[in-house]
């Protein structure tokens, strides 16, 4: 849509949330700052909007700016979960794009045999954080187990691996990021 339709569009749609509410032209000079004589030019398309004058309108009638001047709408916002089932493991993508930062919900269900370490390593960085369960986490030398509400950040070029402490599901959030990028979290 060009500038000049968006801003032809102004005008009306400024008349008729004024109409809409009841108020005067005067009503609504008293209470922008505005003249009477600016609005009305406004609404009839005489005078260009701007951004000194929409401001004040958009508080006056407690709307977005984006409402006054019919700004196009900036997409679904909703990201549509795809589940990919691997390593004994669904994973649900929560975040878009192949690059930056990646976030995954991770499910171990109940009786899987995710439960023999195996660990690799790869390049990147990686947090965890665990909703539900119990998360075994083998990083190197070092064997851990994570209860819901603990996290656990760590280099992947660490030898590592997780999987189910026992027979009950695990829900884990996991934050990845390509070297250099690195999550951390402060209290």
Do not use: C
């Amino acid at each position: 849509m060009a500038h000049d339709d968006i801003l032809s569009g102004v005008g009306p749609r400024l008349r008729s949330l004024r109409q809409r509410r009841g108020i005067t032209l005067a009503d609504l000079s008293a209470e922008t700052g505005i003249s009477s004589s600016t609005l009305s030019r406004l609404e009839s398309g005489g005078r260009r909007a701007t951004l000194e004058l929409l401001l004040p309108l958009a508080q006056a009638y407690a709307v977005p700016l984006d409402d006054l001047v019919g700004a196009p709408a900036t997409g679904d916002p909703r990201i549509h979960v795809k589940p990919v089932k691997a390593h004994g493991m669904t994973i649900l993508p929560l975040s878009r794009g192949a690059s930056g930062m990646q976030v995954f919900k991770n499910v171990l269900p109940a009786g899987t045999d995710r439960t023999r370490p195996d660990p690799r390593t790869h390049e990147g960085h990686e947090w965890l954080y665990v909703i539900r369960g119990r998360l075994r986490l083998v990083l190197g030398p070092r064997d851990l187990v994570l209860e819901a509400g603990e996290a656990a950040e760590f280099d992947t070029s660490t030898p590592h691996w997780f999987g189910r402490v026992d027979d009950r599901a695990v829900e884990f959030l996991s934050l990845f990021g390509r070297q250099g990028e690195r999550m951390h979290v402060r209290s």
